[in-house]
């Protein structure tokens, strides 16, 4: 973490798993009969910043599982999972396979995707059948800690899905519901070689919560906000893709939190909590593919920038 008074909202490393888990983990690697090669990146918790929500990520780089092994759970909260590819001729290929059972239901991957669960719902064991390019993974829920249960409910509240699978960023330029039309999109920036996935939101899964991915793979730009801040957390992630320095961005980038400005070359989570003045958001030099995303336990995106 960086020494200034919002470098604590930069998370650069995972938290530890306690040893009983990874004893776990160990003994399900070795049912699945695993090859995979991973790296686990980043993560951050409420133990870790108080208040804030929960996300785990990693790169799995290669290799493959057997479908073996692996019991269902569920959660009293809500969650993502995603499962991104890394294929830059087609960012929406998974560049394998992976198998997630969702609800009892066997589902095959072999787009990139974000799967939002409500709560109660059962799902999981997930297996990597096959990873042909580097496949990263992430969870994240509007809790504080993660805590999973055996016993799922009969039906998520408020009208929820059961669960949905999202392959495709939605069109963020439409006819509003009053009639009006939203302002088109700005001219592509020259500079900067980039592409936008993947978008959630309560309009795309009913109770769903905003989350957001783009490939930035070469160039440099900015993110296409001014100055704001929002009633609820959210997270700026920025993750490297090299394997052999995963922990290392293929460039450099600056984001501004309150007045300072901090200069970011390592994969990041930029942990921002509810009312902090956050950007502009500058990709300074981007050298080799960079994923980044963004997310909030807030149904729609919202901030003091669009209030007008």
Known sequence: MTATKYGKYIITEPKEWPPELLARMAEGRAARKSTTKSTRLMS????????????????????????????????DFDE???FVGSNQDDPHDLGGEVVIYLDGKREVLTKTSLIFVPAGVPHCPYYFKRVDK????????????YVQEKEGTAAPAGGKPRCTIVTEAKQMFTVAASGKATPPPPPPNPNLKAARILHLEDDVA???????????????GAAPAPEHTHDWPELIAMAGCDPERPHHLGGKMSIVLGDEDHIIERSSLVC???????????????????LVFTAGPSAMYSGSHKKD
């Open 206 to 220: 009913k109770g769903a919560f905003y989350v957001d991915f783009v490939w930035i793979y070469q160039g440099s």
């Open 80 to 82: 993502v999972i995603g």
């Open 272 to 290: 921002i909590p509810p009312g902090l003045k956050h950007c502009p958001w500058r990709f300074l030099d981007i050298k080799k593919p960079t």
């Open 134 to 145: 580097p496949i990263f993974f992430v969870t994240i829920a509007p809790s504080g800690k």
């Open 44 to 75: 951050v918790d409420s133990e870790i910043l108080p208040g804030f929500f929960y996300v785990d990520c990693a790169w799995i780089w290669s290799g493959g599982e057997n479908e073996d092994g692996g019991e269902a759970h569920a959660h």
